[in-house]
């Protein structure tokens, strides 16, 4: 399995799904994110690390203009889907989220049922034409987030109910049974113990057979284990973008050596 | 050598042994004793006085709810009603009331002459402790039934306040020494009649259920009417203010962009919510009386009025319960591809509802116990209307509302109605405590953690 996965990411470098230049966002005055580019590749887990406030989660929420909803942010620079700017004024940002999935730091599952958290997606975006067809979208969703048997004899209980690890899995249905074509992750660990975090990462590297996956993380093992390419930022400074493998063994700046090694952080 | 020095250095400033306090610390257990005295002080005399207001209330005012009454067997002579016969219902309403006079009159002869009670009152001074609406009940009732003329009917007239305050303690012979609607010997004769069964006090549901009565008959005034009009008010309001309030607040809580001038708007909410009553009451009175020509005394004005009343309180609360609304809710919604609205209409406001429910429960509550704004609208006043007959006639014909209903009872002169103001009080507290404690249910019940 590892060694298949391996294989693939040499195969699959070259399809550029998102590509970002020049990337720019202000806070006010603050200037939080500067000139920074990166290509996210498809079927790729694309990891950011760096330290906190970096800028990381500020550049993720980019990538599907969740930053919009914060009056003062100002986003600068070129980000492209599929060759397509997303902040063009013909873009709503609405059909780009359903193409571009997020799934947040803290489980935030809807206080409704566990059916009625996965099916929302789909039924705001009539992705289903009857009953059957969402039940069918909604099992396969909790399939693919490694959450259908823990759940499949209570989808009436309500979403809250669940343990922290399943309230990130329910999220992370909810999140792809919209279909999306990238996945975003703001730390989707960072509020789980060590049994589903390693649950969560195995089902990122599933999800790797479908989708483009962008994880932001503190954790660098946690980046090491799940991702092909890995950006590394440090004040807002994209400082290194390359292969995974490349950046924890052999960096080519000493600031992710650093970093890396715990020195600065 | 570090570990000792920092070990010895603590046990000489904490004290020798932890089984005895120090100075510091039984100086500080003194100081939170005492707040804590303090505390179930204050709270004493809080209930202490919430005690002999409720006390005070009910006492004063449990009095309108009983009435007395004189049962008489009145006979209806068809050569005083209807001298022709023919029982054209025309002429028998060409007798005034002037005319059934001597029919009670004679009914109190028979009574006095049956019972062998002893009086030197002449009928009609005995027929005086009779309210004056006695004379009107039976023709009433003679109009609707013509056909019972000729008969002998059994009445329950009300008695006159005096003596209905005479049998409740509140007028004794002495304070009616120079009260020329009621005499000593009047008095006595309301006693014998009390031992013969004939005068009774009983539970007066027409207090609850009727309508105001003029300085004269303060026996036969009730709130009922005036509960129809604050009933007819809260409509109005709840219809304007719960639409218009939540629509407010979901657009500046949810959409506005934050500028100076949502900024200013928010002050200017803020401000209306403590600006007294009365000045929404005038403005009432320019806008919609002077300048919109809308009827005086109508409980549709009263309505608009309270509303803009009301309406600060509920966006307020609104808000309130709006922000407190996790924003992962929201990003959750946005982040599966929701619309702002969809967002917000979806997720956040059956969050927000229990929220909006209580503030506006709380706003209603506040509405309904509000007098002053009524006063400039001429909802206070005697209005002696019937209950409305229609929705149109219920928002549009004068009325009063519960609370001017009771401060006009309160300023009359005639002490019986005093005794009326407290009784309106009890239904008036009544009504606000059941609201606000269903907005306590209502808040504890839909209340969601997350």
Redesign the interface.
């Known amino acids: 399995m590892n060694d298949m996965s391996r294989l693939e990411r040499v195969v699959e470098t070259k399809n550029i799904k998102m590509e970002c230049r020049d990337c720019q966002v202000y806070y006010g005055e603050t200037h939080a994110i500067k000139d920074v580019n990166v290509d996210i590749e498809e079927k790729t887990v694309t990891a950011f690390i760096g330290p906190s406030g970096c800028g990381k989660s500020t550049f993720l929420r980019c990538l599907?203009r969740?930053n919009d909803?914060i009056?003062t942010a100002r986003v600068e620079g070129s980000f492209r889907l599929d060759g397509e700017d997303i902040y063009d004024r013909r873009v709503d940002p609405?059909?780009l989220?359903?193409k571009v999935?997020?799934?947040?730091q803290?489980p935030?599952?809807?206080?409704k049922s566990i059916y009625d958290n996965v099916a929302?997606?789909p039924r705001?975006?009539g992705l289903a034409r009857n009953k059957a067809e969402l039940d069918e979208i909604v099992e396969k969703a909790l399939r693919r987030g490694a959450l259908w048997n823990e759940v499949k004899d209570r989808l009436d209980a309500p979403g809250?109910g669940l343990s922290g690890g399943q309230q990130q899995r329910l999220?992370i249905a909810?999140?792809i049974?919209?279909e999306p074509e990238v996945l975003l992750m703001d730390e989707p660990c960072s509020a789980l113990d060590p049994i589903a975090t390693a649950q969560v990462e195995e089902l990122i590297d599933e999800l790797r057979q479908n989708y483009s996956v962008v994880i932001v993380t503190h954790s660098m093992q946690q980046a090491a284990r799940v991702s092909q390419k890995t950006a590394f930022f440090h004040l807002g400074n994209l400082v290194e973008f390359g292969e995974t493998g490349q950046i924890f063994t052999n960096p080519v700046d000493p600031r992710t050596e650093s970093y890396i090694t715990g020195r600065i952080g | 050598m570090t570990d000792l020095s920092a070990n010895s250095a603590p046990a000489t400033r904490h004290g020798a042994s932890l089984l005895k306090q120090n100075a510091r610390t039984r100086r500080r257990n003194r100081a939170e004793a005492r707040f804590r005295a303090y505390g179930i002080a204050a709270i004493a005399v809080g209930l202490a006085m919430l005690l002999v207001l409720v006390f005070n209330i009910v006492s004063k005012g449990v009095g309108a709810y009983s009435q007395t009454f004189v049962t008489l067997e009145v006979e209806l002579s068809e050569s005083k009603l209807d001298k022709k016969g023919n029982r054209d219902i025309e002429e028998i309403k060409k007798v005034s009331t002037f005319g059934y006079a001597p029919l009670i009159n004679n009914a109190f002869a028979a009574a006095v002459k049956e019972g062998g009670l002893e009086t030197r009152l002449k009928p009609k001074d005995q027929a005086g402790i009779l309210s004056k609406s006695a004379p009107a009940q039976l023709r009433d009732y003679v109009i609707a039934n013509p056909d019972k003329i000729g008969e002998t009917v059994s009445f329950r007239f009300l008695a006159n306040s005096r003596v209905d305050g005479y049998l409740k303690g509140r007028v004794t012979r002495d304070s009616i020494a120079n009260d020329k609607s009621i005499s000593a010997e009047q008095l006595d004769f309301v006693d014998q009649l009390a031992a013969a069964g004939i005068l009774k006090k009983t539970f007066n549901p027409d207090f609850v259920l009727g309508s105001d009565a003029s300085d004269q008959r303060p026996e036969s005034a009730g709130i009922g009417v005036s509960m129809v009009g604050s009933l007819f008010m809260m409509l109005v309001v709840l219809a304007l203010s719960l639409p218009i309030g939540v629509a407010a607040s979901i657009y500046l809580e949810e959409f506005a962009?934050?500028n100076w001038i949502t900024d200013i708007i928010e002050v200017n909410i803020s401000n209306l919510a403590a600006v007294p009553s009365i000045v929404f009451g005038i403005l009432g009175l320019a806008v919609f009386i002077n300048y919109m020509h809308l009827p005086m005394s109508a409980p549709l004005v009263g309505g608009l009025v309270l509303t803009l009343m009301t309406l600060p309180t509920i966006i307020i609360s609104t808000r309130a319960s709006l922000k407190a609304v996790?924003p992962?809710?929201?990003?959750?919604?946005?982040?599966?591809?929701?619309?702002k609205m969809?967002a917000v209409f979806?997720?956040v406001l059956p969050?927000a509802a229990p929220g909006i429910l209580t503030g506006t429960i709380i706003g209603l509550a506040q509405a309904l116990g509000e007098t002053a704004p009524l006063l400039l609208i001429g909802m206070v006043g005697f209005i002696a209307s019937n209950p409305p007959d229609s929705l149109a006639a219920g928002l549009l014909s004068p009325n009063s509302a519960m609370p001017a209903q009771i401060y006009e009872w309160a300023k009359r002169a005639d002490p019986a109605f005093y005794e009326r103001a407290w009784g309106g009080i009890i239904i008036l507290l009544v009504f606000l405590v059941t609201m606000n404690t269903l907005a306590v249910i209502l808040r504890r019940r839909f209340e969601?953690r997350?």
């Open positions: 599907n969740m909803t009056a609405v059909q989220r359903a999935g997020m799934v947040f803290k935030n599952p809807f206080p929302y997606g705001i975006h809250t999220c909810r999140a049974a919209t | 962009p934050k996790p992962s809710i929201r990003d959750a919604a946005l982040g599966v591809g929701a619309s969809q979806h997720h969050l969601r997350w």
